[in-house]
Structure formats: structure tokens, C-alpha cells
């Protein structure tokens, strides 16, 4: 299983989320968001942030680094590594495995990831076969949307989804995020939608924001 940071509630944990990070980053970075979430000062949420697996990724030469899956190309919607995807999300569902074991009810996760981490958490949410609290896709894409019909889960057809996107971002165009958000709507989604004039990253604006859909959908 992926080794992660987990970060437990003040009294005994009845939800769980599971948070992951972007290209080239790691567990840590967004350990320090959670205090600025607004949560109660009781709540129970356990906070889980795993490490992507170390792999090289073609379009940075190669170098070795965190990510869930390799990115071949700059356009990144038309040449997905849909084997990387599917192995990440395969650790995924382990990792929600494991909170159920702990005593996590599926219905009180929720997923969220940064980026490729985005990627991920749709992914995984979407095909999920156990009813999940909800989605946050952060600055992000839908990878491997031509299968998402045949794979959907029906547990999962009603899942809150919060897709959050800078009007600037350099790195995953705006329009593609747009496009992923269309797409969910056709297959029947209902997606929260933010923008917010930032570049690839998150703004105090959208963690408010994030705070407000968490203690909606996790209550």
C-alpha cells in the first residue's frame, strides 16, 4: 500500500479523505490547507494524504519523481497513460479499502487530488463500486473518458462532485477543464463548478470554498 500522511481528527474518526497531490510534489502538500478549511473544532474527519509512486515521466526528460501516472505530450487529454491511470486508481481503492477495514464507513470518504492528482481521484470515484461521500477535482481533467460509460458505477451515478479551476493556468488549460465538466454533465454528472483568476494552483478564495463543500457533504 502507498505510504501517506495521515492526519487524525480530535475525537474518533467516522470520515475519512483521501487527498492526493500533483506532478513532482508529495504527501505533503496540503497538509497545511486542512487548519484553514474551517472545519469544527470537534470533527471527525481523518485526513489521509498518500505519496504517488517515484516513476519517470517522459515529458520532463525522463527525470524520476512522484506521479500517478506518466505524461507523454503536452496535450495531455489526447495521449493519457491509461495504464499509469489504471494503477493508480487500483491504489486508490486499496487505500479506501483500508479505511473500511479501520471502521470507515464507504459512504464517508470522500476523494480529492491537485492536478494528476485530480486525474486520480475522478477516476477512482467514478468507478468506485461502494457509494462515496464525494469528489473534489482540483485544477484538473477527466483522463479515460471514452470508457467512463461502459465503467461507471451506479453506487456513484448521484456523487457530489466539486471541480475547481484557475482562469490562468498554464499547465491544464482552463478549456480542457471545462470540457471534462461537459462531459460529466452528458454522462448525467452534476457538477459544483469554480473558477478563480489564479494559474495552476489553489487560491484562499477556493479552499473557503472547499471548506464549505466538505462540511456539506461530510457533515
Given at each position: 500500500?502507498?505510504?501517506?500522511?495521515t492526519l487524525?481528527?480530535?475525537?474518533?474518526?467516522?470520515?475519512a479523505i483521501?487527498?492526493?497531490?500533483?506532478?513532482?510534489?508529495d504527501a505533503n502538500d496540503f497538509v497545511p490547507i486542512v487548519p484553514e478549511l474551517r472545519l469544527p473544532e470537534d470533527h471527525a474527519i481523518r485526513f489521509v494524504f498518500p505519496n504517488a509512486?517515484?516513476?519517470?515521466?517522459?515529458?520532463?526528460?525522463?527525470?524520476?519523481?512522484?506521479?500517478?501516472?506518466d505524461i507523454v505530450s503536452p496535450d495531455l487529454e489526447r495521449r493519457v497513460d491509461e495504464q499509469g491511470v489504471r494503477a493508480?486508481?487500483?491504489e486508490i481503492e486499496s487505500l479506501i479499502e483500508d479505511q473500511v477495514a479501520r471502521g470507515i464507513a464507504s459512504e464517508r470518504i470522500l476523494l480529492a487530488g491537485f492536478s494528476q492528482g485530480g486525474v486520480i481521484a475522478l477516476q477512482t470515484a467514478l468507478r468506485h463500486r461502494a457509494r462515496l461521500a464525494g469528489v473534489m477535482a482540483l485544477s484538473t481533467?477527466?483522463?479515460?473518458?471514452?470508457s467512463l460509460g461502459a465503467e461507471a458505477a451506479t453506487a456513484n451515478r448521484e456523487i457530489p462532485i466539486f471541480m475547481a479551476h484557475g482562469t490562468l493556468?498554464?499547465?491544464?488549460?482552463?478549456?480542457?477543464?471545462?470540457?471534462?465538466?461537459?462531459?460529466?454533465?452528458t454522462h448525467g454528472y452534476r457538477v459544483e463548478w469554480h473558477e478563480y483568476g489564479m494559474p495552476h494552483?489553489?487560491?484562499?478564495?477556493?479552499?473557503?470554498?472547499?471548506?464549505?463543500?466538505?462540511?456539506r457533504v461530510l457533515p
Open positions: 500500500m502507498l505510504d501517506a500522511i487524525e481528527p480530535p475525537r474518533p474518526a467516522t470520515s483521501l487527498w492526493m497531490h500533483g506532478l513532482g510534489a509512486p517515484m516513476q519517470p515521466v517522459t515529458i520532463n526528460g525522463g527525470y524520476l519523481m512522484r506521479a500517478w501516472y493508480s486508481q487500483r481533467y477527466l483522463a479515460c473518458a471514452d493556468d498554464p499547465v491544464v488549460p482552463l478549456a480542457l477543464g471545462r470540457l471534462s465538466k461537459a462531459r460529466l454533465e494552483a489553489v487560491c484562499a478564495e477556493e479552499v473557503a470554498d472547499i471548506g464549505t463543500f466538505i462540511r
